[in-house]
């Protein structure tokens, strides 16, 4: 009886390495700043926009605090939509960019704040800025700027 008793905690304390050990390999998420150049090497990135106060994961910030660019001049993330505007920017000096996309496979990851706070930096070091709000589905980009939805 003991060494079944013994044969199924290890059978069982294997099976939960085994799972976990499985879950690990299926976790696609990145963790580090060098994990998304060493994966995205082939693609490019333009910058990393930490995540700025009050601002909560799944939920679409407005107004204030999502406009950080221009009530927030000095702040991490201000600086880093800046360098993002920089590098697209210097991306191609060859041939002037016209038209940029956004766009990314889910919800609520930060587009319309990304989009918003880029025309902005690009607004301010002098550049023309036309931003069109193609989200037919749940447009946004008309609350961030306190605008009329037309």
Request: aromatic fraction near 6%; glycine fraction near 4%; charged fraction near 30%.
């Amino acid at each position: 009886m003991k060494n079944v008793a013994i044969a199924v905690a290890l059978g069982d304390a294997c099976w939960d390495c085994f799972i976990i050990f499985i879950l690990h390999m299926m976790d696609n998420t990145f963790k580090k700043e060098e994990d998304i150049e060493k994966h995205l090497r082939h693609v490019g990135v333009l910058g990393i926009v930490p995540v700025f106060e009050g601002e909560e994961r799944g939920q679409v910030m407005l107004k204030k605090k999502s406009l950080i660019t221009i009530n927030d001049p000095k702040a991490a993330a201000s600086e880093a939509y800046r360098m993002v505007r920089t590098n697209i920017e210097f991306s191609n000096v060859d041939d002037k960019k016209k038209t940029i996309v956004f766009t990314s496979a889910k919800q609520k990851e930060g587009k319309s704040t990304t989009i918003a706070n880029t025309a902005i930096a690009m607004a301010h070091s002098g550049s023309k800025v036309l931003l069109i709000d193609c989200d037919l589905r749940k447009p946004r980009v008309h609350k961030l700027f306190q605008a009329q939805q037309r």
